[in-house]
């Protein structure tokens, strides 16, 4: 990957970082002043088949207690996904968060625009004149409570049960070489084979459709995108990466300005969020410009021989195995970029390589 382009998502991930700290710390803030109206606000457990379906109102003091679980979570998921990424920034969760964050707000924009050129503009259910502490529970409980449904529920029970139990699972190409009873909830590790893309795709129009009631038919489209997105982090990394990409959307735009009377919501981190926002939206063009190539460089890299080179491991021809060679030059020097897809030293090639 052009370091250019690697220096442009390490700035996109600090970014993202300091906004999601702002939104961990307003958060907190705003949890005490408030605490008393959850109490006494009913939690709807809901699911989604694929619009919401309440199954039963739980009592305030749930609602009260879940929120601080999440917020506790958040924080938890948060310093995982920065230790995790220390080790090696290209291929960690903080690069792809800093990734779909511009991505998920470039696409977003331009879809609005152009839906409401078209006469269907989005109207959001947030606004100044609902109670402020009714916006802190939507927008706090969406991050986990939704990824629970939509990403747990509906791709990494399936996915599972699929490998761990079915014929066909067990035999399949794409099946991950372990698969323990955590994968079930947690999620990661999976490659993008047919499963995971039918699952991925099925799971990202029911998230989108969840969307309808509480805004309208317009804002599918759009939250199933963000639904893919937020599913590929899911099958990757894990459930704490789409948790904190979907808290991370949720929050800047809605909480910050809504949060009157706070010390943080105040003229200079509104000014922070507005433009770390734009920098993302004029971030996110490039950031699919440079998908565009990738996914060019990958179809055509199918079409080639790679020329493979047998090295042997510790001396034993039986433990043969072919290593590593990109397709275009053949060179050995070629660095690990996601799941199945390497990216040469020397020429800079993307490929796919089928071990």
Wanted: with cysteine; hydrophobic share 50%; charged share 10%.
């Amino acid at each position: 990957m052009n370091k250019g382009y690697v220096a442009l998502v390490a700035v996109l991930s600090v970014l993202w970082g300091v906004m999601m700290v702002i939104d961990l710390v307003m958060s907190i803030l705003l949890f005490k002043p408030n605490f008393s109206d959850f109490l006494n606000t009913l939690f709807p457990l809901f699911i989604i088949v694929p619009v919401p379906l309440l199954l039963v109102y739980l009592p305030g003091t749930f609602t009260a207690i879940w929120l601080g679980v999440v917020v506790v979570v958040v924080i938890v998921f948060f310093t995982f996904a920065i230790y995790k990424s220390s080790m090696k920034f290209e291929n960690s969760s903080l690069y792809r968060l800093g990734e779909f964050f511009a991505l998920n707000y470039f696409l977003s924009i331009v879809y609005i625009e152009l839906i409401a050129l078209a006469g269907y503009p989005i109207v959001s259910p947030i606004t100044n004149t609902t109670p402020f502490y009714l916006n802190f529970i939507t927008i706090t409980n969406a991050g986990l409570y939704e990824e629970l449904i939509s990403r747990v529920l509906y791709i990494g029970i399936p996915l599972f049960v699929y490998y761990a139990w079915s014929a066909h699972g067990k035999k399949s190409h794409s099946r991950p070489n372990k698969l323990p009873l955590y994968r079930m909830i947690w999620g990661g590790g999976y490659k993008f084979g047919k499963p995971e893309i039918t699952l991925l795709i099925i799971s990202s129009i029911i998230f989108g459709f969840a969307h309808v009631t509480s805004w309208d038919i317009s804002k599918v489209p759009q939250a199933a995108l963000g639904g893919l997105l937020l599913g590929v982090l899911y099958l990757r990394f894990g459930l704490y990466a789409d948790v904190l990409l979907h808290f991370s959307i949720d929050s800047p735009s809605l909480l910050l300005p809504l949060g009157t009377g706070d010390p943080l919501a105040s003229g200079y981190t509104n000014s922070f969020i507005n433009a770390a926002i734009i920098i993302a939206v004029v971030a996110g063009a490039i950031v699919l410009i440079s998908y565009i190539i990738q996914a060019r460089a990958i179809y055509r890299s199918r079409k080639l021989n790679p020329q493979l080179i047998v090295a042997q491991v510790s001396g034993d021809p039986s433990t043969s195995r072919k290593a590593l060679a990109c397709t275009k030059c053949g060179s050995s020097r070629v660095t690990f970029f996601y799941d199945d897809i390497y990216r040469c030293d020397d020429c800079g090639t993307v490929f796919k390589w089928d071990q």
